[in-house]
């Protein structure tokens, strides 16, 4: 078990799914992350100074978009000003909460990522990384490529999770009693897997992806959506520009632009399934909880869909289907 580094004043002040990650994480790794946090990470003094100077603490916190509206109300009439006396310590400790995470997630990808591609042959040690995955290559290297193994937690044999579904399970969600028809499985060059399982009810039908990042199981359920439903001429697009626009529009809601994974997929629910070589952007509402996601696994083979995060405990019921 690596030794943990980071001193308890530090500690007690970070988001508990961050500390879970840095103790299990080699000191080099941690000492990576402590040079990060310690450079970027926002001080409660520098914010009150700022406050006193005009709302620049907004611009320290690179909350543009406040800023602009604080000034433009001259601080809600002075009330706003009042009440950001009081809300400082909170808006301090929410951005440096998102810088740790940034930061837990950069020493990750430039340390333990880059080991574990390379330790199951995804790229040799004189690659340069991220290496860009070329879509178009005659030469695919997806060619005999295996899904990784994903280590699961242990289980009582009568109380299954979301993250030992298997196709055949049973699952109730939503009020509903579904079945999983297919599973496919996503390994991204950033080190991380996500299994996909297809869920049935009747004639509805949805998938939810299933991650573990930063000691914690994440659940997302979709629905595939057309891609000409989003943007007329979107595949058209991406094929010109090699990616496609920042902001994207899908009924009501606007997403931005955010990651850009490379990384193989496999459908695991055909036994002679082959690797897909496979881009995938990801879009984001303002919120951060709705996922749009467009995939491209061929010269012109796409596929996008919609979701939203979920609690893992709105998955009950869990049970293997008497045919396995």
Not at 1 to 7: G, L, V
Not at 168 to 174: C, K
Not at 234 to 256: A, R, V
Request: glycine content about 6%.
């Amino acid at each position: 078990m690596p030794k943990a580094i980071i001193p308890y004043n530090l500690d007690k002040k970070l988001p508990f799914a961050v500390k879970n990650q840095l103790r299990q994480l080699p000191e080099n790794v941690q000492k990576d992350f402590l040079r990060e946090y310690k450079k970027r990470s926002k001080d409660l003094a520098t914010a009150y100074l700022l406050h006193l100077l005009g709302g620049l603490h907004y611009l320290y916190v690179n909350k543009i978009a406040l800023f602009i509206f604080y000034i433009l109300t001259f601080a809600g009439f002075g009330f706003w000003f009042l009440a950001d006396l009081i809300r400082l310590p909170r808006i301090i400790r929410e951005a440096n909460d998102r810088i740790a995470d940034d930061c837990l997630r950069e020493v990750m990808y430039r340390h333990q990522s880059y080991q574990d591609i390379v330790n199951q042959g995804y790229i040799s040690k004189n690659t340069s990384y991220p290496p860009k995955l070329s879509i178009n290559d005659s030469q695919p290297r997806s060619k005999g490529r295996q899904p990784r193994e994903i280590g699961m937690i242990e289980r009582n044999p009568i109380d299954f999770q979301v993250e030992h579904l298997k196709t055949g399970f049973l699952l109730d969600y939503g009020l509903k009693t579904w079945t999983v028809k297919g599973e496919r499985q996503y390994d991204w060059y950033s080190g991380v897997s996500e299994r996909e399982f297809m869920l049935k009810h009747a004639q509805n039908r949805c998938f939810l992806t299933v991650w573990y990042e930063y000691g914690i199981w994440n659940t997302q359920v979709a629905e595939e959506v057309n891609l000409q439903s989003i943007q007329e001429g979107l595949d058209q697009e991406i094929l010109t520009k090699q990616s496609p626009p920042n902001i994207l529009h899908y009924g009501d809601l606007k997403f931005y632009r955010g990651d850009l994974q490379e990384g193989f997929l496999f459908d695991k629910s055909h036994p002679n399934f082959k690797a897909q070589k496979l881009l995938a952007w990801d879009y984001y509402d303002q919120s951060r909880q709705k996922i749009l996601r467009i995939e491209q696994s061929g010269r012109r083979k796409f596929r996008s869909k919609v979701g939203f995060m979920v609690d893992k405990m709105n998955f009950t019921e869990i049970l293997p289907s008497s045919t396995i």
